[in-house]
């Protein structure tokens, strides 16, 4: 058992509920590798935004769980060496079973989410209390789900969205005693979030149902997930330069900053950054077809990454300096 406050790190309730109260969201950066961890980390330092480090099932199984506990380490130290130590929650994201949240936390995970949602009620409630059970024994703080997410990322998959029950939440939440809930009002998985035509806008998020649950349980934290925007002008890059991505896009910065004031206090970003890396090493590609040195593409990457995180941080999130 490796206990996360021997890696340096932090839960999210504190942070949360500072989110909360502060009219901000924490930015929920998913990550597989050193340059995508760098990017992450030099961005919330010089924007002063504390961070929660995201790993997926999948990102454990390609990157290697204990290379990423220790990149996790490394992370909060890395902060100090730039200059600023902020909060560093290291979150295992989209959890799909007690064996996998159980093998986090004993590696030094210090926030799991337990994804139910595809089960009955009654399973999701048995399961993410299961999980939240053993979790409070070390402190680690867990993220529920209710209402299922369209798109594929990662091994999440659904081919509908079905949006949180409102009635549904207060129930959940004291039969479970999870930290935050993940509610479904519109977002949605990867970067082929919403089909539509030139000049149009993506739907809105259903902000009724955000209203009814935090009339429901206020002050509890809330969680968004597939909440990348899918910035056109990268879209636009990564098609210059060889690419073929058309006609998508993603939930609007406006409608995420509106959500980050409310009791939305963790944000979920992933495409996004997998978009912004991908169009710098096309870009690279396309202008120097001779390069072979990973150094040469990646450094490139990262810097449009940091660039990205450092906008979402300042302008989407509002979690600048509030570390």
């Given at each position: 058992?490796?206990?996360?406050?021997?890696?340096?790190?932090?839960?999210?309730?504190?942070?949360?509920?500072?989110a909360i109260k502060g009219g901000y969201a924490i930015p929920a950066f998913n990550?597989?590798?050193?340059?995508?961890?760098?990017?992450?980390?030099?961005?919330?330092?010089?924007?002063?935004?504390?961070?929660?480090?995201?790993?997926?099932?999948?990102?454990?199984?390609?990157a290697n769980q204990t290379l990423l506990q220790y990149l996790a380490k490394g992370a909060v130290e890395y902060a100090k060496e730039l200059g600023y130590s902020i909060p560093v929650v290291?979150?295992?994201?989209?959890?799909?079973?007690?064996?996998?949240?159980?093998?986090?936390?004993?590696?030094?995970?210090?926030?799991?989410?337990?994804?139910?949602?595809?089960?009955?009620?009654e399973e999701n409630v048995k399961l993410t209390k299961q999980v939240v059970d053993f979790a409070h024994q070390y402190d680690v703080t867990v993220e529920g789900e209710l209402g299922v997410l369209a798109g594929i990322e990662d091994e999440v998959s659904s081919a509908?969205?079905?949006?949180?029950?409102?009635?549904?939440?207060?129930?959940?939440?004291?039969?479970?005693?999870?930290?935050?809930?993940?509610?479904?009002?519109g977002t949605s998985h990867g970067a082929f979030k919403f089909k539509v035509k030139p000049g149009e806008l993506p739907p809105p998020l259903r902000f009724d149902i955000l209203e009814e649950v935090e009339k429901r349980i206020p002050g509890f934290p809330i969680v968004l997930h597939g909440a990348s925007s899918v910035p056109q002008d990268i879209v636009a890059e990564i098609n210059k330069y060889g690419g073929k991505l058309d006609d998508t896009a993603g939930v609007s910065?406006?409608?995420?900053?509106?959500?980050?004031?409310?009791?939305?206090?963790?944000?979920?970003?992933?495409?996004?950054?997998?978009?912004?890396?991908?169009?710098?090493?096309?870009?690279?590609?396309?202008?120097?077809?001779?390069?072979?040195?990973?150094?040469?593409y990646l450094g490139p990457a990262r810097d449009k990454l940091k660039e990205l995180y450092k906008h979402k941080i300042e302008h989407v999130l509002g979690s600048i300096n509030k570390a």
């Open positions: 058992m490796l206990h996360y406050k021997e890696l340096g790190l932090v839960n999210s309730r504190e942070l949360f509920q500072k990550f597989n590798n050193l340059e995508q961890l760098q990017a992450i980390i030099s961005a919330c330092v010089e924007t002063k935004s504390p961070v929660i480090l995201q790993v997926s099932k999948g990102a454990r199984k390609y290291l979150h295992l994201d989209h959890g799909d079973s007690f064996e996998t949240a159980k093998s986090c936390i004993e590696s030094g995970f210090s926030s799991v989410m337990i994804d139910g949602s595809h089960l009955s009620y509908h969205s079905h949006y949180t029950q409102p009635e549904e939440v207060e129930d959940f939440v004291k039969r479970t005693g999870v930290d935050s809930l993940a509610i479904s009002i910065e406006d409608q995420l900053r509106r959500a980050a004031s409310s009791a939305v206090c963790k944000i979920n970003i992933d495409s996004d950054g997998r978009l912004a890396m991908t169009a710098a090493i096309r870009k690279v590609f396309a202008e120097k077809p001779g390069e072979f040195d990973p150094r040469n």
